[in-house]
Each structure stands twice: as C-alpha cells, then as structure tokens.
T-cell receptor
C-alpha cells in the first residue's frame, strides 16, 4: 500500500537552513512533489523531482532523493520568516492520484 | 495566466442538506482532481475528471459525486451532509497526461452545523 510520512514540526532561526524529511513506500512512484500551505490558503507547488534523479536545485530549494531508502528531503537555504508554513510531500501513482504526507509545520524565529 | 479558481470560498450548511462546489481549472488544463483536507485525516483524494469522464475515484461514500463540463470546469456535490463532512475541499488541475504536476486552488471551506 501507499503511505507517506513526515515529522510534524520543525523550528529554525531566520537565516539558517531548514531540512524537511519525508519517507514513502510506493516504489513505483515516478514523481515526488513538495507543496507549501500557508494559513487560509490552498497548496502551492514548490518543486518536484523525477524518480531517476538524485537531486534537484531551484534557487533556495534543494530536493534530495534516496530511492533505495525511499527517503525524500527538502532543504531551504537562508530560511526567512515568510517560509513559515506547512510543507507537504506527495507521491503520485499511475492513476495520477496524489498521496500526501501529514505535513511538517515549519516555524521560523526572527 | 489565471490560477485554479474555487467558489465559494466559505460555506455553512446544516446536517442533511446538500452542497455544490465549483472549480475552474487553469486554461488549457483538462484534468481536475478533488481532495478533502481535515485535521484528523489530512489530505485525501476524492476523484479525478478528465475530458468530462471520471478517471479515478478515492474511498469516499456515494454521497460525494462530481462532474466535469466541456470547458473543463468541474463541480463537486455532497448530499445528505454530515458533521464529519466539515473540511477544506481543494481542487487541483493539470494537463492530464502522465505525471504532469497538479496545481491547487485556495479551496472551499465547508462547515456543517
């Protein structure tokens, strides 16, 4: 079956790097996604990685994928207070259905 | 390019009533998916529509239904509302071909009294 897990909470200081981790179980997942949700809003697509890649960098965001361990991480460099939000990782199955983790609440302290 | 638009943003209903939510996808997107978000269950897939046909369905009772129009706009209907249906309902659109990223609207928050 499919299951995606994330830690619940992460607190960092402004300017530090944040690393949000995710594990998934469906080895057939071809793409893995990171979404950001701010209070009262929907999900904003941050970045995604194809399963045959190990790393993807997009400005302050770096995604690392360890396919052997089914582990995905999102690193945010120079974290700002505006990065405070809930971050969801998600995998997609052959049916184009997203399966989400429970979300990690990132709190950035000034 | 306009994003995914969901209307209304907020709804208050009572038990036993029915409700219809609307979603307008990004121009050119042919797939529309619906998700339910609750504090207890997180984000759960309801169904996906592509070219006016339901292509995938999650594990929700038959009270939850949807449809898609020829312009790709989609509606979701929930009948005989229960207290547990209180949630944020999110719509996502994509091009619809394999592994195209899904883009979400801001959701409709449904409260059942």
């Amino acid at each position: 079956g499919e299951d995606v897990e994330q830690s619940l909470f992460l607190s960092v200081r402004e300017g530090d790097s944040s690393v949000i981790n995710c594990t998934y179980t469906d080895s057939s997942s071809t793409y893995l996604y990171w979404y950001k949700q701010e209070p009262g809003a929907g999900l904003q697509l941050l970045t995604y990685i194809f399963s045959n890649m190990d790393m993807k960098q997009d400005q302050r965001l770096t995604v690392l994928l360890n396919k052997k361990d089914k582990h995905l991480s999102l690193r945010i460099a120079d974290t700002q207070t505006g990065d405070s939000a809930i971050y969801f990782c998600a995998e997609v199955n052959a049916g184009n259905m997203l399966t989400f983790g429970g979300g990690t609440r990132l709190m950035v302290k000034p | 390019k306009a994003g995914v638009t969901q209307t209304p943003r907020y709804l208050i209903k009572t038990r036993g009533q029915q409700v219809t939510l609307s979603c307008s996808p990004i121009s050119g997107h042919r797939s529309v998916s619906w998700y339910q978000q609750t504090p207890g269950q997180g984000l759960q897939f309801l169904f996906e529509y592509f070219s006016e046909t339901q292509r995938n369905k999650g594990n929700f009772p038959g009270r939850f239904s949807g449809r898609q129009f020829s312009n790709s706009r989609s509606e979701m209907n929930v009948s005989t509302l229960e207290l547990g249906d209180s949630a944020l309902y999110l719509c996502a659109s994509s091009l619809g071909t394999q592994n195209q990223p899904q883009h979400f609207g801001d959701g409709t928050r449904l409260s059942i009294l």
